[in-house]
């Protein structure tokens, strides 16, 4: 049968009928035996440069919307810039990112306390996320809390070992999670360690008032032998410690004992480094002292305050805190027993009663004399030692992002670095360690004088939002952030 219309090709090899020309028609050039003329090795190298720079623009433009299309979508997190000072200033010292970071522990999740978090709460999926927040911001010294041993020893001290990375754990035992200090081998060797259990430490003569079980870890961080040539440093190293003190609503008090632990083991261990490390000479400047963490203290309160505003003079809402915080009774359970995660967490043993108070932050409070006594007591004690605290973040983000420095404090911090379903605020610092001399330190370290007295820059802070930035649902959050804390970090140039 005679087909009408234009002639078609006829594919045997495959039974496809094509609108080709029949006969061999010529519809373009083609080279020796009807093959296509090559491809010249500059269009190719033309074509994949301009398919590259495609992908790279539109992931580009991804980024800038916090999302990187290398993640899917139920691992990608919120990433926030460094917002730098001292912008068009050279660089003349070693420069290194210092980060500080609750990363939730997995054994304290409750589904009751994060009741919006869904998936984002399970640990093969928090774990990559996480990991990758580490791999993004690219800290050189990360001090991590809520770190469970489990997962330490068979995830965290592997994959960051692969990044570069060596690390020191520390918990109490009767502790499932504890702290970890983490650095580039690349830039510092340890050299030395502190173990702290603030149980057993001393403070003049204020016991603790219940077993915590909190841990700290303190470490010399020597610089390698690549900084010490290239920056060409008199400086040994830097001194690093974190900690995560005690959690509960009623422990202001001993929360501010453990803040003079803090501060006092500092001084004690740069002296040890200073005898072993130092020849004995009693200069302590030959390392930078920092200290990072979870103090579960906002910039108002007592314990955060006895650190950095020196003398310290208890009064307003932190005098009436640590005031109503002597009357609590915490259970005996609590001595000699096992931790509880349950009870660690927020599901209090200790059962509210007639002679317990009702609120931990209430409006008044009237003391008792032993009660005032007690909190006279603290306040000499803080004032007797010579060490105070500098916190990165109050000294220089209102240079940064003024819109969140103080916002709810005077002290200069940002609102917020916690974001949970029950409870909202500031909780992590990145403090530096100095030397104090009895003279009047109440108000915030101009920036100028801090760098000026302690041979540093201070050349970026990692961004905070605010919470008017923040969602309804509390954190951790699948596409958010991995934990109910916002990681802290600060970029400093150590200078000669």
């Known amino acids: 049968m005679q087909l009408k219309g234009r002639p078609k090709n006829i594919n045997m090899s495959d039974n496809k009928i094509t609108n080709a020309p029949a006969g061999g028609s010529k519809t373009e050039p083609k080279g020796k ?16 440069a301009e398919r590259e720079a495609a992908r790279a623009a539109k992931k580009e433009a991804m980024m800038a919307q916090g999302i990187d299309p290398d993640f899917p979508p139920e691992l990608q997190f919120i990433k926030r810039p460094i917002l730098p000072l001292h912008k068009g200033e050279n660089v003349e010292g070693f420069k290194f990112k210092l980060m500080t970071y609750n990363c939730l522990a997995q054994a304290l999740i409750r589904r009751k306390l994060f009741p919006t978090s869904g998936d984002a709460l399970k640990w093969y999926r928090r774990s990559k996320v996480l990991l990758n927040e580490f791999k993004y911001y690219n ?16 995830f965290w001290k592997d994959e960051l070992a692969k990044l570069g990375y060596d690390s020191q754990f520390h918990r109490q035992a009767s502790k499932n999670h504890g702290v970890a200090i983490v650095w580039k081998r690349e830039y510092f ?15 003049g003569d204020i016991p603790p008032r219940t077993t915590t079980n909190n841990a700290g870890l303190i470490l010399s961080l020597k610089f390698s032998d690549k900084v010490a040539q290239e920056h060409n440093l008199k400086k040994t190293g830097i001194i690093v410690g974190t900690t995560h003190l005690f959690w509960h609503p009623f422990g202001t008090f001993e929360r501010t004992r453990q803040c003079y632990v803090v501060l006092n083991k500092v001084k004690e261990f740069s002296h040890r480094v200073n005898v072993l490390q130092n020849g004995n000479d009693g200069d302590h400047s030959h390392w930078y002292p920092f200290f990072c963490g979870d103090f579960n203290s906002q910039p108002f309160d007592s314990p955060y305050l006895s650190m950095t505003r020196k003398p310290i003079e208890y009064s307003k809402r932190a005098k009436t805190v640590i005031e109503c915080s002597t009357s609590y009774t915490f259970s005996k359970m609590r001595d000699g027993e096992e931790d509880d995660a349950e009870e660690e967490e927020g599901g209090n043993i200790e059962k509210f ?11 008044h409070y009237e003391a008792k004399d032993h009660e005032r006594e007690l909190v006279e007591q603290m306040q000499s004690l803080h004032n007797s030692l010579d060490m105070r605290a500098v916190s990165l973040y109050s000294v220089a983000y209102r240079k940064v992002h003024p819109e969140n420095a103080g916002l709810d404090n005077e002290r200069g911090e940002p ?17 530096f360690i100095r030397h104090w001399d009895f003279s009047d330190c109440k108000e915030i370290d101009s920036l100028e004088s801090f760098e000026r007295e302690n041979s540093l820059k201070i050349r970026g802070l990692l961004r905070v939002p605010p919470g008017k930035e923040m969602t309804e649902h509390g954190q951790p959050h699948t596409g958010e952030y991995p934990s109910d804390h916002l990681c802290m970090l600060c970029e400093l140039e150590l200078v000669n």
């Open 189 to 203: 060797v340890m050299t030395d360690k502190m173990l702290i259990d603030f149980d057993r430490e001393s403070s």
């Open 139 to 154: 800290a050189d010294v990360i001090c991590l809390q809520e770190i469970d041993y489990i997962q330490y020893q068979s």
């Open 33 to 48: 035996k009807g093959k296509k003329a090559p491809v010249s090795p500059e269009h190719i190298a033309k074509v994949r």
């Open 353 to 363: 009663g007639t002679d317990q108070p009702d609120h931990p932050v209430p409006q």
């Open 415 to 431: 609102e917020i670095s916690n974001w949970a379903h029950t409870w909202r605020g500031l909780l992590d610092y990145l403090f």
